[in-house]
């Protein structure tokens, strides 16, 4: 598969021409827009859409049956399922405007795309906390610092984490007004951070709509790798929002969203039954894991 989809039509100059000349039209109909970053924008959408139209010689009954796919994502979305943000995710659009807008720096993490399930107003808890409230799941030892890229602390960064169930669930998802698996916290005067968390299993992204349809009529699967969602601020940084992967996971290849980078795969280390815990806590013979994240933040870009 090379980068270009499509096969070079045979037409006749004729019918290039008259296609060629409606792409001009509708480009100069943007001319005068009065902002020049809408102008570029919807220009070069329209170069782009019509170049694809073109490409793949859409057909009219393919056209009415994309309008119809947009329609079913309109009317399944609502304040809690956004099929919008899915179709972006499975397209690596959200991934590639990520790409585009956090562009490295220096020794920064990377960032990743967001997702749906972020709430605001998640719990606070202190350093050492735990995140799970009644989610199921192992529990994992999660511990790093927050630098700056020349790797000074930034003391008190605020750290948003969340994450799915053992069952692959997000509080979110169910009936009930449950909160667990996410909360948020601060780091300490010399940037570090530590907190219980569960160790992230690999679950479906929603897949009874549209996009799950189209997953289904590609080939395609619904499974994300295993993962736990960060979002961390800071005054004068920019904001990182991102998650780690667990080291081994055979999906960290085939993620749905594309959002998987090598730098933020994790040793999750598996500790048998019995053994110590960090801070002394008592898990009842149950196994547990260990990681670390290290957080480097770019400077926040004026
Ligand atoms: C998630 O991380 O939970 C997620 C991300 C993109 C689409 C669906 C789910
Ligand atoms: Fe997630």
Same mark, same amino acid.
């Not at 005068?32 to 902002?35: L, R």
């Not at 998987?260 to 933020?264: E, Y």
């Not at 806590?281 to 013979?285: A, E, F, Q, T």
């Given at each position: 598969m090379t980068e270009t989809a499509g096969t070079a039509p045979s037409i006749s100059a004729e019918q290039a021409t008259v296609e060629a000349e409606l792409t001009r039209n509708v480009l100069r109909s943007f001319e005068?827009?009065?902002?020049p970053r809408l102008k570029q924008v919807m220009q070069a959408l329209v170069q782009n859409l019509h170049a694809f139209i073109r490409d793949v010689r859409l057909t009219e009954a393919e056209w009415n049956r994309a309008i119809d796919f947009l329609t079913a994502a309109g009317h399944i979305t609502d304040d809690k399922r956004q099929e919008f943000i899915l179709l972006s995710d499975v397209l690596g659009a959200s991934m590639q405007t990520i790409n585009v807008s956090n562009?490295?720096?220096?020794?920064a993490t990377e960032a990743t795309v967001f997702g749906p399930f972020f709430v605001d107003d998640a719990p606070q808890i202190p &350093? #050492? #906390?735990? &995140?799970? @409230?009644?989610a199921a799941g192992q529990p994992c030892w999660v511990e790093g610092t927050v630098k700056d890229t020349d790797g000074n602390p930034v003391p008190g960064a605020r750290i948003e984490v969340w994450e799915a169930d053992e069952d692959g669930f997000?509080?979110? %998802?169910?009936?009930?007004?449950r909160v667990a698996g996410r909360a948020h916290l601060f780091a300490d005067q010399d940037g570090n951070y530590s907190f219980w968390g569960l160790t992230p299993t690999p679950y479906p992204i929603p897949h009874d709509g549209p996009v799950g349809k189209m997953l289904e009529a590609t080939g395609r699967s619904p499974m994300r790798a295993s993962h736990l969602h960060f979002m961390v601020a800071a005054p004068g940084k920019r904001t990182l929002v991102t998650h780690i992967f667990v080291t081994g996971d055979n999906l960290l290849t085939c993620d749905t969203v594309f959002g998987?980078? %090598?730098?933020?795969i994790k040793d999750f280390v598996e500790q048998p039954a019995g053994t110590p815990t960090p801070d002394g806590? @008592?898990?009842? @013979?149950q196994n547990w894991s260990r990681t670390r994240f290290d957080i480097v933040l770019a400077p926040e870009i004026p």
């Open positions: 005068d827009c009065p902002d562009e490295a720096y220096k020794n &350093i #050492g #906390g735990d &995140i799970a @409230g009644d997000y509080d979110v %998802q169910y009936a009930d007004s998987v980078k %090598q730098s933020l806590r @008592g898990l009842d @013979g």
